[in-house]
C-alpha cells in the first residue's frame, strides 16, 4: 500500500494525469491475471476472450 500512496503523491504533486489511464488499465490487467489463474474463476475469464 505504501507503494500506491507513493504514487499518488507523485501524480498529485507533478500533475501527471496523463498516466492514470495508463496506470487503471495496468491494475485492471493484473487483476484479470490473477483471477485467470485462479481455478474457480478461470472458466468464466476465458469465455471473455
Given at each position: 500500500?505504501?507503494?500506491?500512496?507513493?504514487?499518488?503523491n507523485?501524480?498529485?504533486?507533478?500533475?501527471?494525469?496523463?498516466?492514470?489511464p495508463?496506470?487503471?488499465?495496468?491494475?485492471?490487467?493484473a487483476?484479470?491475471?490473477?483471477?485467470g489463474?485462479?481455478?474457480?474463476?478461470?472458466?468464466f475469464?476465458?469465455?471473455?476472450?
Amino acid at each position: 500500500m505504501e507503494d500506491l500512496k507513493e504514487l499518488w503523491n507523485f501524480l498529485m504533486e507533478r500533475k501527471k494525469w496523463w498516466l492514470t489511464p495508463i496506470i487503471i488499465t495496468l491494475i485492471l490487467l493484473a487483476l484479470l491475471v490473477f483471477a485467470g489463474g485462479s481455478t474457480t474463476v478461470a472458466p468464466f475469464v476465458y469465455t471473455l476472450f
